[in-house]
């Protein structure tokens, strides 16, 4: 737990609805960082729905080897927010798209792969060589997802 504070430090002070509680402002007064970075590199982006989907799962992979695949939702919502509507994908697409990276990745599979070290040990295969084995079918799935995400168009109002 001690790992995630200050990647949440660090990441929600950009987000225009926690950053004023955070900084010590009036509700809807805090600055927003994060929009403002995006937004300041937003032009240099390519207006494709593949590259959208391809950063998010890039950006989702980085946020889980924090140790939490939940702690960044914040940051990768925002960013699917601010690339959504350039690339003509869905925001919820996107921010899932980044979850499930963040999820299966990094320190945050503890949770989603803890029935693997019981499968592994049920079976007596080495729970390295069995996650070895399945990081190319979980990575493809990703990929996949991916370009199923960047072909689907967003939802109509």
């Known amino acids: 737990m001690g790992i995630i504070l200050p990647v949440a430090g660090f990441v929600y002070p950009g987000i225009p609805d926690y950053s ?37 799962i890039l950006i989702g992979m980085l946020i889980g080897l924090d140790g939490s695949g939940w702690a960044g939702l914040p ?27 963040a999820t299966w990745t990094g320190g945050g599979t503890r949770v989603i792969w803890s029935s693997l070290i019981v499968v592994a040990g049920f079976c007596r295969v080495p729970v390295g060589d069995l996650v070895r084995r399945l990081a190319i079918p979980v990575v493809s799935g990703l990929l996949v997802a991916a370009v199923a995400a960047s072909t689907s168009p967003p939802p109509s109002p």
């Open 75 to 101: 940051l990768t919502g925002g960013i699917a927010a601010a690339l959504a509507p350039q690339t003509g994908t869905d925001t919820a697409t996107l921010a899932a798209l980044a979850q499930n990276a």
């Open 20 to 56: 004023g509680s955070i900084l010590g402002l009036e509700d809807g007064t805090g600055p927003a960082f994060l929009f403002d970075a995006v937004e300041s590199i937003q032009t240099r982006i390519p207006d494709n729905g593949l590259f959208a989907a391809f950063s998010m």
